[in-house]
């Protein structure tokens, strides 16, 4: 299964290569949306909606970038696979190769987010660990959720739906997260937060491993 994840993330990253225009759209919007902040806001933005402001930045970036690993798949193209590779190897890759590019464009948001709109964040390695595992929770649940979409005629409308109710409890557990480390408190008092968030990564993922080959063998 390991080799045939590796060489599902290189197609991906291939793909990724031949439509780069898709990544630069998606970075263009994360540069632009940053820039209008800035400029609506300036120096009056509060560390609450500073927090809100990013990861809703995040969450849009997300829902772009991730409705795209399914939708963008055609029907033979996925009959090809089905001949190539085991359903879990392939959600899998889908699932890593969007995690990694999630984390590229919130650690490149957090960037620009902090340049225009200043870095309110006291504790850096703790916020750091916060994107990454959001990233993971986010890009799982909407690459499943782009799944079940492609299964739907490509709906895009479907998957919104779909996603909203059941990503609000990890964009709860990472909103509470990121606001403790704008406090500046520990890694200690914030374990038990930490704790739910990966049960929900866990969650998302084992789920996407169960259900998609009910969806590959559709």
Known sequence: MLKEISALIQKELLIEWRQR???GGILLYVVATVFICYLS???VIEV???NALFWIIILFASINSSAKSFLQES???MLYYYTLA????FVL???IYNAVLMLFLSLICFGFYSLFMGDV???IPLFMLIIALGAAGISSLLSMMSAIAAKAHNNFTIMAIL???IIMPILMVIIRLSQNAIDGTDLYYNLKYFGVLCALDVIVIALAYLLFPYLWKD
């Open 75 to 77: 029907k033979g193209r």
């Open 41 to 43: 806001f300036r120096n």
């Open 121 to 123: 964040v006291e504790n």
């Open 93 to 95: 890759s889908k699932i």
């Open 163 to 165: 996603s909203f109710p």
């Open 21 to 23: 225009y898709a990544l």
């Open 48 to 50: 609450n909606t500073w």
């Open 86 to 89: 085991s359903p879990q190897a």
